[in-house]
Structure formats: structure tokens, C-alpha cells
């Protein structure tokens, strides 16, 4: 298993959990000195990454992109798969669609998380997941053709009334032609939602495409009650070789939580 940790790179997301913020170089230049094998990138949208800059950090620092984000569809665009307006459907397709391309050419997958929205406002459940499995069709294989996967991670109750747990996430799945979705596990979702976390990890078996490394208060690693012993196991029952991505709240402070969410990393060869 590798390390990653979050930088954003777009001011709107103030008091979301990313531990690095502002820009590419001095993102990539403390994730690099924290010792982490990746970054894992949320940019205000595709066309402002800058990916030649992208390369240099890259390159400069002797890291990797573990996924992009798309969440500034969301936060910053107000753009939703299922939002009852087809022209913002089409937008929000095209959105992540740029962020698949981007990310696909370092031969990393792009999450997608609140931009599946919600079914809410007259629009049925049924017409949500009809309009999500839409998109899905369609962003999959695009992904396919670069290479790699499309993240798709389950939120908890609060934020989407899609789907919450492995369970239903993977019976979703299941209904889809493309099979190039993968799941993203959240454990702080998985706290909220899961009656084991360790047993819908393997649930998830192959399905598993990456995994957002936070405790149980969304804090990173062993500031919360998440028991990480049974989690471990159960990824390395599955044979699991992808990131533990700090998703985390910059708490105390943005320096504090990328030590403690390093610290737990490398903690894990300890944990049997």
C-alpha cells in the first residue's frame, strides 16, 4: 500500500477536509518533505490545472498523482449528475469529463464524489439513479481508454441519499455495462454508515479502487476512535496495493495533521 495526501487548489473549498492547500509547487514541494508517495489533486476544474507546472512538480519532487478530484463541480461550479436541468447534467458530465482526461494522462483515475448529487425537489430516486447511471456509462469507458478507472465514492447519509454503504454502492454497480467504475472507501463515510468496516472492505473485494485514509472524526489517522487493526487486515486479506489518501481536516493545523496522517502510514508495518 502507498501514501497520498490532499492538496486542494481552489479557494471555495475553505473548511473542506484537504490537508495541503494553495498551489502546485509549494503543495508537491511539503508533500515531498512530509515523505508521502503521492498527491492526491482537487483543482478548480481541468482547464485550470496547469499541467505543464504539474510535470515540473512532478518531476522536481519524485512523485506521483494518486487520483483528481472532481468536488469543485460541485462546491465551486454548482454543477450535479442529477440535478433536474438537463443542460447542467450535460455540463457536470463535461466537467468530470475534462478532469478524466487530465488526470488519465499521469495515469491517475478521477474521483467522483458530491457531484452525483442527490434525488430531492420532485425528482424521483429511481430518475436520480437512472440519470447517475447515465453518466456513468458514458465517463467509464472514457476512462477505460486511458487507462485507468473512474472512482466512484459512496457519501455518508448527510451529504447524498444515493448511496451510503458498500452494499448498495456495489448492487448499483452491478446494474452498469461499463465495468470500469471502481468503489472509492471513505472511512469516515464508512464510520457513519458501516456496521463493520472491515467486513464491507471486503465486500468490496475487487471492486476496490482506492481508499480515503481518515479516522472517525475526519481528523487524519489515530486522532479518532477508528479501530485500524481489523481495516489493515482486511486489506491485506484482499491483496489491496492502492493509496491510503489523507483526506483529512487541516487540524490542529495543516502541518500537524500531514505528520500524524505520515506517522499512521508508517505505523501500519507495526500493526498485526
Known sequence: MKSAITLCLFPEAKGSPF??????????????KFGFDAVEIFPGSAEELDVRELKRVIERHGLLIAAVGTGAGWVKHKLRLTDPDASIRR????????IIDVAGGFGAPAILGSMQGRWENGVSREQAVAWLAEALEQLGPRA???GVPLLYEFLNRYETNLFNRVSDSLEFLKTLRTQNVKLLCDLFHMNI????????????????GHLHFADSNRRAMGMGHTEIKPVIAA????GYAGYLSAEVLPLPDSDSAAQQAIAAFRGLSAVR
Open 19 to 32: 490537508v495541503l492547500w494553495g498551489s502546485l509547487s509549494e503543495g508537491f514541494e511539503r508533500a515531498a
Open 91 to 98: 455540463r457536470a458530465q463535461q466537467f468530470i469529463g475534462g
Open 193 to 208: 454508515e458501516e456496521a463493520d468496516i472491515a467486513a464491507a472492505l471486503r465486500m468490496a473485494g475487487p471492486k476496490l
Open 144 to 146: 477505460y481508454a486511458l
Open 235 to 238: 486489506l491485506r486479506e484482499l
